[in-house]
């Protein structure tokens, strides 16, 4: 591994204009699989990172297709806007009230999020507090079909909220007639869907 990645010298912009001189590994040579080779660089400098990095397939396209393609993508390290979490995830419902019932009478332990603007905002809704990130509800209309949809809800986009206890909230959802599946990976995780058939994952963590 050590002959593959092979140091160079390259520069990252930074915001004063200037240019600072950075250590970098070339992973032009590696492969990752079959089906796709890497082609980028990795600096690092201090305590930020800047990446350029970009893959292309390997066959079907055009050698010198391929050469246009190789410059890096230049990253500016030290004005990154700073990622902290999920804040909240965004949910359509069609009924707002059958809504709240699954996820306030079913869903026990969820709470309504008293400050959204309901007099700001032209459709209803509700922001419901899980832990410290929210699922904002808006009944609004749904793109998504109702029918056709993947059995498994991992397998569909899906909201995944971290629980104490998946056999308590299985015991919750065989009383209220809800189906669900168990993850495919073995981990302790369950799936289910809303009234809307939006999909729901809840997997769980220790502490």
């Known amino acids: 591994m050590a002959s593959l990645l092979q140091p160079i010298n390259a520069t990252v912009r930074q915001s004063s204009e ?8 070339d992973f032009s040579s590696v492969s990752r699989n079959s089906s796709f080779k890497c082609y980028g660089k990795i600096g690092r ?10 893959t292309r397939a390997k066959g079907g396209i055009e050698p010198d297709v391929l050469e246009k393609d190789k410059e890096p993508i ?24 059958r809504s709240l019932h699954f996820y306030l009478n079913i869903l026990v332990g969820l709470k309504i999020n008293e400050a959204r ?43 995944c909220i971290g629980i104490r206890d998946v056999s308590k909230l299985k015991v919750i959802l065989d009383k209220a007639g809800i189906p669900y599946t168990l993850s495919k990976s073995g981990r ?11 999909a729901l994952e809840f997997t769980q963590v220790d502490g």
């Open 74 to 97: 230049e990253v500016d390290v030290h004005n990154h806007y700073g990622a902290v979490g999920v804040h909240h995830v965004g949910v359509l419902c069609e009924n707002l009230e």
């Open 117 to 159: 603007p309901h007099n700001k905002l032209p459709y209803r809704g509700a922001w419901l507090w899980v832990g410290a990130e929210m699922i904002h509800l808006m009944e609004l209309p749904d793109p998504d079909p109702l029918s056709g949809r993947p059995e498994h809800g991992g397998r569909d986009r899906h909201t």
């Open 18 to 25: 200037t240019e600072e001189q950075v250590s970098l590994l």
């Open 188 to 198: 302790p995780a369950i799936s289910t869907r809303d009234p809307d058939a939006n």
């Open 45 to 54: 400098t201090g305590g930020c990172h800047g990446i350029f990095f970009t």
